[in-house]
């Protein structure tokens, strides 16, 4: 079965610095696909960044970068210059190919504060 | 991306009873899914429900209890049934749009069981 442990309950950065939030899995499928999800207060679940994994290049969005390891199975996100409204929990994720469409597996998440 | 709304946002409800969540999407979408994440936990799937045949329940849910209706391509209701404690949580309703397994979310229902 496949597992996403993220190993950082909580992080914090200071406002316009650069954060990095971790990310592991594990699986035996050759084709995937992993995401970064944030869920703010409000508690809606927005999506930030996605990442197939038959794609050497990293994927990027604007602030946000990933650094996908397939081989190590790591799928980290940086946040360049941090902004207060990018406090947040975030959740990595991981969704298999054709055959288990829709059930994401979750991280535990990862709490993310700014300070100004 | 997508638009999708439910309701209620938020209910207290009582022990015993049964609550109905509701989920509008902005357009016809052939797969939907409904996610529940208890207090302080990550998202963990509930069922799946397409249009024209009863739901598929994950390992540790089920129909009784999570009674599932899609009555059309952009609708979808979730029933939870009897309800303890246990049952506060947020309920996510998803969508996919692509054919990248992406999952785009509601804004939730918080039930909270008294």
């Known amino acids: 079965a496949q597992t996403v442990t993220q190993s950082q309950p909580e992080m914090s950065v200071q406002e316009a610095e650069t954060v990095t939030l971790s990310c592991t899995y594990d699986t035996s499928e050759s084709d995937y696909y992993l995401f970064w999800y944030k869920q703010p207060p409000s508690r809606q679940m927005i999506l930030v960044i996605r990442q197939e994994a038959y794609k050497q290049q990293n994927a990027t969005e604007n602030r946000f970068s990933v650094n996908f390891q397939k081989a190590a199975k790591s799928f980290s996100l940086k946040i360049s210059d941090s902004q207060l409204g990018d406090a947040a929990m975030y959740f990595c994720?991981?969704?298999?190919?054709?055959?288990?469409?829709?059930?994401?597996?979750f991280g535990k998440g990862t709490k993310l504060s700014v300070k100004p | 991306s997508a638009v999708i709304s439910q309701k209620p946002s938020r209910d207290i409800c009582q022990r015993g009873t049964s609550l109905t969540i509701q989920c509008q999407v902005d357009s016809q979408v052939t797969m939907m899914f409904w996610y529940r994440q208890q207090p302080g936990q990550s998202l963990t799937l509930i069922a799946t429900?397409?249009?024209?045949?009863?739901?598929?329940?994950e390992s540790g849910f089920v129909i009784d209890k999570f009674p599932i209706s899609r009555p059309n391509l952009t609708f979808s209701t979730l029933t939870v049934s009897n309800m303890s404690p246990e049952d506060s949580s947020i309920y996510l309703c998803?969508?996919?749009?692509?054919?990248?397994?992406?999952?785009?979310f509601g804004e939730g229902s918080w039930l909270t069981v008294v």
């Open positions: 998803s969508v996919q749009r692509d054919a990248k397994n992406t999952i785009y």
């Open positions: 429900a397409n249009q024209g045949s009863e739901a598929t329940y």
């Open positions: 994720a991981y969704g298999g190919g054709s055959g288990s469409q829709g059930n994401l597996i």
